[in-house]
């Protein structure tokens, strides 16, 4: 990596961290009774599953409206990275029938209960709920994934320059794009929905990015209307995650994922532009016979033939990929 390189992308990511984790945390100024709760989701399996949420004080902003200006788009983003956690506030967590678990937020206002094991598929429901008399905060229903244990194929997919065109491989203008976009201004690669909606059908899928979690609601809602299929989103806790490190970050959640679900054959989906090549051959080397097919977005002016493409499906445009598996 160029020093520039490595230079913009400590910027980048050293003002996000800023923003989420220091910078603008309002909780002293907000020291109301009234909360909001995120539920990120999760999914479960029979050996492993987690499920991800957030709680805050105050009240959510108002979600973005399409065709504002840049300067409110960069006034969004800030508020999306505006840490306002209720920390150490008890959550009880209704799976289904089952008796509530009671978990309670961290110092960054997360709720994680894991692992989740002995559900039923497709899908269990959820209700989040705040067990803290000195808290409002409305009570939280979704549905998390459930997936068997049968042989079967599954995805997995990074999402910068692999599904959308953020210019991951300019630090710089990702920076830009990152502060200036909101849910309405992304924009993916002409045929990724499509085909991961086909290649998907009846499969596990999970979205792995290094983007943050106030990032979250800013990517589901654009795949909702995109027409991408419904998965699980990992992302990034700035707080807790390594900071630049993609490879350890993408590593801990892709190889946790593969060993929750040992009996699933993957389809890999990444992009030249990061470690995506290098963490699926890692994989593929530990785990050879799980691996169906590594796909790869060339978005570098590499050779398609390099050696770090080795064994893998190196495409240009999604209209190159099948939507069907193939060997």
């Not at 946790?256 to 090549?277: M, N």
């Amino acid at each position: 990596m160029s020093p520039r390189r490595y230079a913009a992308r400590c910027l980048f990511f050293g003002v996000l961290w800023t923003l989420s984790a220091f910078g603008c945390d309002r909780s002293a100024a907000l020291a109301g009774s009234t909360g909001w709760m995120e539920f990120f989701g999760g999914f479960a399996s029979p050996h492993d599953g987690v499920l991800l949420g957030r709680i805050h004080r105050g009240t959510p902003d108002a979600a973005p409206q399409p065709g504002k200006s840049r300067v409110r788009r960069v006034l969004e983003t800030l508020e999306s990275l505006e840490a306002d956690p209720l920390r150490g506030t008890a959550v009880s967590v209704h799976l289904g029938d089952r008796p509530p678990v009671r978990v309670r937020s961290n110092d960054r206002g997360y709720i994680e209960l894991s692992p989740l094991v002995g559900l039923a598929p497709p899908q269990v429901a959820v209700k989040l709920q705040v067990d803290d008399a000195r808290y409002h905060v409305p009570a939280l229903e979704g549905v998390l994934p459930v997936y068997d244990n049968e042989p079967g194929l599954a995805v997995i997919s990074d999402i910068d320059d692999t599904l959308l065109d953020t210019g991951v491989i300019d630090k710089l203008k990702m920076a830009e794009k990152a502060v200036t976009r909101s849910t309405w201004e992304l924009q993916a690669f002409a045929g990724a929905a499509d085909t991961l909606q086909a290649l998907s059908r009846g499969r596990p899928i999970f979205y792995v990015s290094g983007s943050p979690w106030g990032f979250y609601d800013r990517i589901r809602g654009y795949f909702q209307r995109s027409g991408f299929p419904a998965g699980t989103f990992l992302l990034k806790r700035f707080s807790s995650d390594p900071l630049v490190d993609q490879m350890a970050f993408k590593w801990a959640h892709i190889t946790r994922v593969v060993a929750a679900l040992p009996q699933k054959r993957w389809l890999l989906f990444g992009d030249s532009g990061e470690k995506d090549p290098e963490i699926y051959a890692r994989l593929r080397t530990q785990h050879p016979e799980r691996i169906e097919a590594i796909y790869i977005h060339l978005v570098t002016p590499e050779d398609p033939q390099s050696s770090r493409f080795s064994g893998m499906r190196v495409f240009r445009d999604w209209a190159q990929v099948p939507r069907e598996p193939t060997h």
